[in-house]
């Protein structure tokens, strides 16, 4: 991963491909929040090889939140049905703003189990950022609707330049301090993160959000991927048509990659995949995942690191 926050003293560069561009979702979300944070330290930016290739990247908006004119114009109305273009999220106003959009804007009104499971992952993963980043800048969010092949999938991203999760949960487990590995881990357990109800209403879903948002993936057969300060997890695809529904609590004895960055992420990301051909009755697996999650008097599982 390149380094983002190093060497900005004197200006920050964004150098895409000359020839060919293809970024998901995840990448956008993180230049654009690295665009915020470099308006906040008071660091210019430029990027190089802005040319035809970069039409998808303008059309999701990229540069306008970069503060950078691309040099030719986007019909805007190519949106539609395909995807949701970066925004800014800063209140719990703007959150309502974009989950009211996503139907529209990914032409999801005719699978309404699949644009549920979207709206549900979009709100949470912006409520955790809102709520505990501790960012100036707010989150960005972003969406990409893939309909083509078998597999029809949704893409989403949220990122922030806040305080990162190990300093956030540090102040509540002092174990993780130092540790962002062992702090992603934690935040990935059902009733550590939040004390908010999330948006299906009960004090149950309370600080289960990101836990919900992987069992949805991984039930749906696509991954999860979530980074922060030096460690970055993901939750792998399912192999062919395999699917478990089995919910692991641990998310390190899922199907999982956990990786040590050498230049770290100041802030959270967090990437979901949901493949909207595969979600059928989203109340009720919704209601399964939340009756398979500890009560408040259970003890929390001890997270496996060997």
């Known amino acids: 991963m390149n380094d983002f926050f190093g060497g900005t003293e004197t200006g920050a560069e964004l150098i895409l491909h000359p020839r060919w561009m293809h970024i998901e979702p995840y990448g956008l979300a993180m230049a654009a929040a690295w665009g915020a944070w470099c308006r906040r330290n008071t660091a210019s930016i430029t990027v190089r090889n802005v040319g035809p290739q970069a039409r998808y990247a303008a059309r999701m908006k990229l540069f306008e939140h970069l503060r950078i004119d691309p040099g030719f114009s986007i019909v805007e109305h190519e949106e539609a049905g395909r995807f949701l273009p970066l925004r800014k999220v800063s209140t719990a106003l703007d959150i309502r703003g974009v989950i009211a959009d996503l139907s529209a804007l990914l032409h999801l009104d005719r699978f309404p189990d699949a644009l549920a499971a979207v709206q549900y992952c979009v709100s949470e993963l912006l409520r955790n950022a809102l709520e505990h980043a501790g960012s100036p800048d707010g989150a960005f969010v972003c969406a990409h609707n893939y309909t083509s092949g078998a597999n029809r999938r949704v893409s989403i991203a949220v990122a922030d330049c806040g305080q990162g999760i190990a300093s956030h949960l540090g102040s509540v487990y002092p174990d993780v301090r130092g540790d962002d590995s062992r702090a ?123």
């Not at 004390?195 to 749906?220: E, W």
Request: aromatic content about 10%.
């Open 184 to 306: 992603l881990a934690l935040a990935m357990l059902p009733g550590v993160t939040g004390v908010q109800p999330g948006m299906y209403g009960t004090p149950d879903n309370a600080g289960a959000g990101l836990f919900i948002t992987r069992c949805i993936a991984k039930g749906s057969g696509g991954y999860f991927v979530m980074m922060s300060g030096r460690a970055a997890y993901r939750l792998r695809r399912a192999k062919g048509r395999s699917r478990s529904r089995r919910i692991v609590l641990d998310p390190l004895e899922e199907r999982h990659d956990l990786w040590n960055l050498p230049a770290g992420w100041q802030g959270t990301v967090v990437a979901v995949e949901i493949r909207t051909n595969q979600i059928k009755d989203f109340q009720r697996f919704f209601r399964w995942i939340r009756e398979q999650i500890p009560r408040p008097a259970a003890k929390r599982p001890k997270i496996r690191f060997t």
